[in-house]
């Protein structure tokens, strides 16, 4: 079975400091898909980034990083510099072929960050 | 691309009525997704189709929901009766293919009292 866990439930931070979320997963799947959602207060999911198990290379994307380890099963997410804009929950994802197929996306519980001006 | 649409984007419904919640997936979209996300049980997959077919329902919670897909630009989500436990945030969604991430609709807020 396919799991995801997010254990920072909330997280506040001042604005322009760093911040990082953590996501470990389990599956037995050898190919598996990775996935970051934000869903802002107004309630929409935003789709923020997709990596494959084969590459492990880390990922910028203007003040938004992910650092994929596959030795430790995490997929963490770092803001930088973070603004009121990032406020919202970010939920980690995972996607396996063996596990149900790649469409059946399992999500991680949220990590609500709040960013204080 | 006016992105996956659902309607209404609030319900409020007695419970023993019958409550239908409607999507429009994003055109050339092969999959599609409905989801349910509560505070207790986060998000959870319901059903999903490709090129309108059902492949997967093991997610629909009892025989008082109902997925179909008519056609490729059309889905609805049907509860009869709703119950107060089913009110939740009902999120559709479609992708383009197997691999590529969703796009979620804005959601459509049921409350059963």
């Known amino acids: 079975a396919q799991k995801v866990t997010q254990a920072q439930t909330e997280i506040s931070v001042v604005e322009k400091e760093d911040v990082t979320l953590d996501c470990v997963y389990e599956?037995?799947?050898?190919?598996?898909?990775l996935f970051w959602y934000k869903q802002p207060p107004s309630g929409e999911l935003v789709f923020l980034i997709r990596?494959?198990?084969?590459?492990?290379q880390n990922e910028i994307s203007g003040r938004y990083s992910w650092n994929f380890q596959k030795s430790t099963s995490s997929f963490n997410f770092t803001i930088t510099a973070s603004q009121v804009v990032d406020s919202a929950v970010y939920f980690c994802a995972l996607s396996g072929g063996v596990s149900g197929g790649y469409q059946k996306v399992t999500f991680g519980t949220g990590t609500k960050l709040q960013v204080i001006p | 691309d006016a992105g996956v649409i659902q309607s209404p984007r609030h319900e409020v419904t007695e419970m023993g009525q019958e409550v239908t919640l409607r999507c429009k997936p994003i055109?050339?979209?092969?999959?599609l997704f409905w989801y349910r996300q509560t505070m207790m049980r986060g998000l959870e997959l319901l059903i999903y189709f490709n090129n309108n077919v059902p492949i997967d329902d093991s997610g629909m919670p009892e025989d008082r929901f109902s997925a179909k897909m008519p056609n490729a630009s059309f889905s609805t989500l049907k509860i009869q009766p709703s119950e107060p436990r089913d009110s939740a945030v009902y999120f559709c969604a479609s992708s383009l293919n197997q691999l590529s991430g969703y796009t979620f609709g804005s959601g459509t807020r049921l409350t059963v009292v």
């Open positions: 990596r494959n198990s084969f590459d492990e």
């Open positions: 055109s050339g979209h092969d999959y």
């Open positions: 599956t037995r799947d050898t190919t598996y898909y």
